[in-house]
């Protein structure tokens, strides 16, 4: 990268400066922002070269992180075994369809009523182009990956609080925003109020630049016409023949923009892991764990809860007790041990680990979540509002209404995201009954389309506190508790190592969960070979 | 000082953490084979919880992983029971797992108020079977708030 921007000191310097005035998380914010840290640094297939000489290793879980250390581990010449609590591979990376049920703690059990080809992921659901491990994988598989639109510019931002309630189109706030910023900051620049702060020769390149950025006319000013309408979108579009003669539309002022609060929504595409190009499995997020299966699902012993997982000089031993068949506990050994299994519920398991280990591990509680899944008779988004997959953003509960990026024009049923929620309201759905969850998500999301009413027939809902095998969605690191712990956590232990999206700085993404077992499996080999 | 940027859903919340509508739902009935469950269930605005009394606060947020009759569940990991929890004999005891959590439960310090944490605390000491008559106080929830970071690391 260019230091230009920075004068005559150094990056390093410039990291140093920063991590001195502010804390380590600044200057990683900084290095972040510089490209030193922000790729995911996978740089093709792992290599593990060096003879394991016949050592064991057991996997606990068999969701990404652990059916990555089976394929590997197994390819360097380990013998490999995986316990998993559920009947399927994956863990998170999971997809909900007809015919599915699940059933969550307290024994609330849901039926999937989608239609065959229609599928929720309750889960991940979307692949950044950046996340190199995971595409990988997905390219050595055999996964089929096809365009997951974070961004529609015809899509909504809502505010029950602003315009009356009426949804706004990305597109209109986007340009308005931009266009009604730009023009303050050139009227600001020609009234010379920018002097101190832009030379001279700068000052006509940014006002040039601001003409570009905001869509200004020939007075800088953003008004309704030609200029604006090729961002915000016509009255009457440009067209053929007789009627061709486009009529611009009408921005609304900053101030309205402003006073609305859905700019807040804007920085969304622009965020790095939200940038274009993103990626989904054709079929559902299931498709990569089903793949993996196909490699390493001879290794995977279902329906195992893990009890107890104890340690000593020679080797380590999990305890397990099957969850169908009940009866005497099973003890299974092997040299080494990968543990999978989340904080949440590890933090409950009797483990022979070391007290920094186990601090770490009490120390990380999950993040709420919840989504909801709705189908809907026909694809109204599409056939009446001309919006073709991406989110549209709302202040109400639901947070988020999510337009399938695949199977577009069909004339048959689709399947809504009707609400991705965090925080306070993701507490709020989850300690909901899940068919209650369902009836809000509508009844908000009727808000923005109200087609809603008619249209939604069924629909699903997971509260990820209530989910038995996770309780939560994410490791919630905090600052503080990575500053204490997270060097911890990630630390062969005896015999005993962890890996899974909680053992990452990419925490909840599945890029996460593939290079913390990567990064684990890495030096557990160099120890195993190197003694 | 703020974490940095790296957690999706902190981030989206961050972001999107605009006020919210307040909504007061009707009444809500259990699916077949559930348990019954609370009513008047309502959703707050913002990423402040606004439910007020401890009844609204157990509803609201507790009975996710507690279960609406204070059961707790139990999977590959466990929520405890509230019903007859031993450990509800302190009133500091509800309270202190409120702000500070432990393990698999969260720390609620950042989402509710001294009196809010007074309340749900009081709340499950008094029902589903509990019956211990002391109350906690907001000052006694207030004490028990980690000590804010100093600001030199600013």
């Given at each position: 990268m260019s230091g230009a921007g920075y004068g005559s000191m150094s990056r390093r310097e410039l990291l140093m400066m920063i991590g001195a005035a502010a804390g380590s998380s600044v200057a990683y914010r900084a290095m972040a922002s510089l490209d030193?840290?922000?790729?995911?640094?996978?740089?093709?297939p792992i290599k593990l070269e060096?003879?394991?000489?016949?050592a064991s290793v057991l996997i606990l879980g068999a969701g990404l992180a652990g059916l990555v250390a089976a394929l590997e581990l197994r390819k360097a010449g380990y013998k490999v075994q995986v316990l998993e609590?559920?009947?399927?591979?994956g863990g998170r990376n999971w997809t909900l369809r007809g015919g599915d049920s699940y059933t969550e703690l307290g024994g609330f059990e849901q039926k999937c009523e989608f239609d065959p080809g229609l599928y929720l992921n309750p889960g991940p659901w979307r692949l950044p182009y950046h996340h190199n491990a995971i595409l990988d994988y997905c390219k050595r598989l055999g996964v089929v990956l096809e365009s997951f639109n974070q961004?529609?510019?015809?899509a909504y931002l809502h505010s029950?609080?602003?315009?009356?309630g009426k949804p706004q189109r990305y597109r209109h706030i986007q340009a308005d925003f931009n266009g009604g910023v730009a023009e303050l900051m050139a009227k600001s620049t020609k009234q010379k109020k920018l002097d101190q702060l832009v030379s001279k020769e700068d000052r006509e390149v940014l006002l040039e630049a601001l003409k570009g950025w905001g869509a200004l006319?020939?007075?800088?000013r953003y008004s309704t016409g030609i200029e604006s309408s090729e961002r915000?979108?016509?009255?009457?579009d440009p067209n053929?023949?007789?009627?061709?003669k486009p009529v611009p539309s009408t921005p609304m002022s900053i101030d309205e923009i402003l006073k609305s609060?859905?700019?807040?929504?804007?920085?969304h595409g622009h965020i790095y892991e939200f940038q274009t190009t993103l990626f989904q499995p054709v079929g559902g997020m299931d498709m990569i764990s089903k793949a993996f299966a196909k490699e390493v699902g001879d290794l995977v012993r279902f329906n195992c809860k893990v009890t107890a997982i104890k340690q000593d000089g020679q080797k380590v031993t999990a305890t397990y007790v099957d969850?169908?068949?009940?009866g005497t506990p099973t003890q299974v050994s092997a040299d080494w041990c990968l543990c999978t299994i989340p904080a949440s519920v590890l933090s409950q398991i009797d483990l022979d680990v070391s007290a920094p280990m186990h601090d770490a591990i009490n120390a990380l509680p999950y993040e709420a979540s919840i989504k909801v899944g709705l189908q809907a008779k026909r694809r109204f988004w599409e056939q009446?509002?001309?919006?073709?997959g991406g989110v549209s953003f709302t202040d109400?509960?639901?947070n988020m209404i999510g337009y399938p990026?695949?199977?577009?024009?069909?004339?048959g049923k689709g399947v809504l995201l009707g609400a991705y929620t965090f925080g306070p309201n993701a507490f709020e759905f989850t300690a909901l009954p899940p068919q209650e969850r369902v009836k809000k998500a509508i009844e908000f999301g009727a808000q923005i389309h109200p087609q809603y009413k008619d249209e939604i027939e069924n629909g699903i809902a997971v509260g990820w506190h209530r989910v038995p095998w996770i309780l939560g969605c994410a490791g919630a690191w905090t600052e503080e508790k990575r500053k204490q712990h997270y060097n911890n956590i990630c630390q062969i232990d005896g015999r005993v190592l962890l890996a899974g999206?909680?053992?990452?700085?990419?925490?909840?993404w599945q890029e996460g969960a593939i290079t913390s077992s990567l990064n684990a499996i890495s030096r557990l080999h160099q120890r195993v070979v190197n003694g | 000082m703020r974490a940095p940027i790296r957690n999706k859903e902190k981030l989206m919340t961050r972001i999107l953490g605009g006020a919210r509508l307040m909504l007061c739902a009707g009444l809500v009935l259990g699916g077949a084979g559930q348990t019954a469950q609370a009513v008047d269930h309502s959703f707050s605005s913002?990423?402040?919880?606004?439910?007020?009394d401890g009844e609204a606060l157990y509803q609201g947020i507790?009975?996710?992983?507690?279960m609406p009759q204070g059961q707790g569940a139990a999977g590959a990991g466990a929520y405890p029971a509230?019903?007859?929890?031993?450990?509800?004999?302190?009133?500091i005891y509800p309270a202190f797992m409120v702000i500070n959590g432990k393990k698999a439960m969260p720390s609620f310090a950042g989402y509710l108020d001294d009196d809010q944490v007074a309340a749900v605390a009081n709340y499950v000491r008094s029902h589903f079977g509990n019956q211990y008559t002391d109350q906690v106080t907001p000052a006694e929830v207030k004490a028990l708030r980690p000590k804010a970071p100093p600001a030199a690391s600013e």
């Open positions: 030193l840290v922000a790729e995911s640094d996978y740089k093709g060096g003879d394991p000489k016949g609590y559920n009947q399927r591979v961004v529609n510019y015809n029950s609080k602003a315009f009356g006319g020939k007075d800088y915000r979108g016509y009255d009457h053929g023949g007789t009627i061709g609060g859905l700019w807040r929504y804007l920085v969850t169908k068949t009940g009446d509002e001309g919006i073709y109400l509960p639901n990026n695949t199977g577009y024009f069909g004339s999206e909680h053992v990452s700085y990419i925490p909840a | 913002g990423f402040k919880f606004q439910e007020r507790c009975q996710g992983c507690h509230l019903a007859g929890n031993p450990r509800l004999a302190s009133k």
